[in-house]
């Protein structure tokens, strides 16, 4: 199948559902209202400044070690810009390395990112894979921006945000080459979740997630993960769930990375920052003590 027949489906579907009863609305609860509303107003100088650097505007945290060399004198009066191409590089290396757990994708296939926020992790697969993406948000602020970039890149023809519940996406059963919650599954419903992946993905499609959970061996979720949950109006599910959900649904995790050593780095750079936002110290405290986890799960459907 080709993208454009994808495609064509997916405008169907669209069409279709205006009157059908395969429609799902955008908004299906109160609580997504609250997340439609939150980003629409988020505003982050942590998050514009950072994508600014070079038109990749991520939602996500960031990976790997920091480049003392590039970040030169903390003196220097050049040092704060330095120290933000820093944390954006880092955060695209976290896109990056989901990128490379997608397994083989060919130029007709579609992807989808399911909570795309403002479109860098699509854009990034289009220029890796050449492919056809598409993102839902429950944001109209996110999606309008995530499709402007892609204009302004002129990949629009590629690269598609829409704001849709990622529990009841209009595209096809079995059709997704591949698809991906970055930073996005901790607004929903687990089982929902991967029962809606597992329905698009095509049997032997890849999903893949980059999370925070709370680690079972904890016990419970800790202060610091409640802290997190507070700031950003979301749900933290544990590992323990991640697993059990996705065993449930046809999606056999193929690797499971803890990236929470790779991701210290970044926090202790970025609490140093003039962007701090306030949340720094809960998610170094909570990596630290165990309590949480920044995990990589890339599975097959089977
Ligand atoms: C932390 S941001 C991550 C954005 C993006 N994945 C990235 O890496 O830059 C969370 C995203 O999840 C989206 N989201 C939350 N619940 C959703 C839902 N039920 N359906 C679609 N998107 C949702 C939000 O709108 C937001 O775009
Ligand atoms: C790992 C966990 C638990 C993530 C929660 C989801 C989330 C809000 C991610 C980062 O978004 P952002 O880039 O908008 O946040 P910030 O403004 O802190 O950079
Ligand atoms: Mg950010």
Redesign the pocket.
Known sequence: MTSTDLSTNLSADVAASAGASVFIPALATPYQGDIARYWDR?A?P??LRLGDVDGLY????GIGDVDRTALGDADDSTYEKKLIAELHRLESAQAALLLDHLGPIERDDTLVDAGC?RGGSMVMAHQRFGCRVEGVTLSAKQADFANQRARELGIDGHVRARVCDMLGTPFETGRVAASWNN??S?YVDLEDLFAEHSRILAIGGRYVTI??CWNPRYGQPSKYVSQ?NAH?E?N?HSRREYLRAMADNRLVPQAVIDLTPATLPYWELRATSSLV?G?EEA?INSYKDGSFQ?LLIAADRI
């Open positions: 988020e982050r942590v998050n991520h939602h996500h945290y926020g930073e996005s901790m999370t925070g997190i950003f979301c933290i936002t949340i998610f920044y």
